[in-house]
């Protein structure tokens, strides 16, 4: 590790009786340090946490094929929302009227006021949202409906496949609204 150098460095005596003294040097060797430095470092590696991804906690009930077993909620207190192409959002209150009359379009800036007046007219226990995805709509769309269930503090929803009823209101209304795309305005 460490050494010293006790050689005399000559000893010229300079006149009679005067005796020089010895010149000690030490040396430190550093290369154990540089291994004890390396295993620290890779302990430190292997002890750390990295990083952990963020996710979205989604709690499913469990499937089950007979009808008594699902999950019931009050008409009164649901709130539809289906996902159209293009950004589009649609949304009912309650059961869907036979004529359509109740069943409304917006769109993603929109549907988080939609939400909060349903959530403050509706008693807490009664209050479920269902999420109905179309065919044409995306991930994102998905993925952002799930953002305003978290913003909104909406701890009651259901993924639910849209009714051929309702996947022709939503095609309908989607025929009747003018495309918004980037390259219309150019």
């Known amino acids: 590790m460490a050494e ?6 000559g000893g010229h005596k300079k006149g009679p009786g005067v005796k020089k003294s010895k010149k000690l ?6 290369t154990p340090m540089v291994d004890l430095g390396f295993l620290l470092i ?3 590696i292997f002890t750390t946490t990295l990083s ?7 709690n499913l009930p469990k499937d089950t094929d007979k009808p008594e077993e699902q999950t019931k909620t009050k008409a009164s ?15 009912y209150e309650g059961e869907l009227a036979p004529d359509g009359s109740n069943f409304k379009s917006s769109n993603f800036k929109e549907i988080r006021d939609v939400i909060l007046s349903k959530k403050q007219r ?9 999420i109905k995805p179309s ?11 799930l953002d305003e269930m978290k913003i909104n503090v909406v701890d009651r929803y259901a993924l639910v496949d849209i009714s051929e009823a309702e996947n022709q209101l939503v095609r309908a ?7 918004t795309t980037p390259a219309a305005g150019k």
Do not use: C, H, W
């Open 4 to 9: 010293m150098d006790t050689s005399g460095g």
């Open 25 to 30: 040097s030490t040396r430190v060797d550093l």
């Open 42 to 44: 890779t302990f430190f």
């Open 52 to 58: 952990q991804p963020t996710a979205l906690k989604l």
């Open 77 to 91: 207190g649901a709130l539809t929302i289906m996902l159209g192409k293009d950004r589009n959002v649609f949304y």
């Open 122 to 130: 509706t008693n807490p226990d009664d209050f479920m949202v269902v």
């Open 135 to 145: 065919d044409e709509s995306t991930y994102k769309d998905f993925v952002d409906i």
């Open 173 to 179: 209304t989607e025929g009747e609204a003018p495309a």
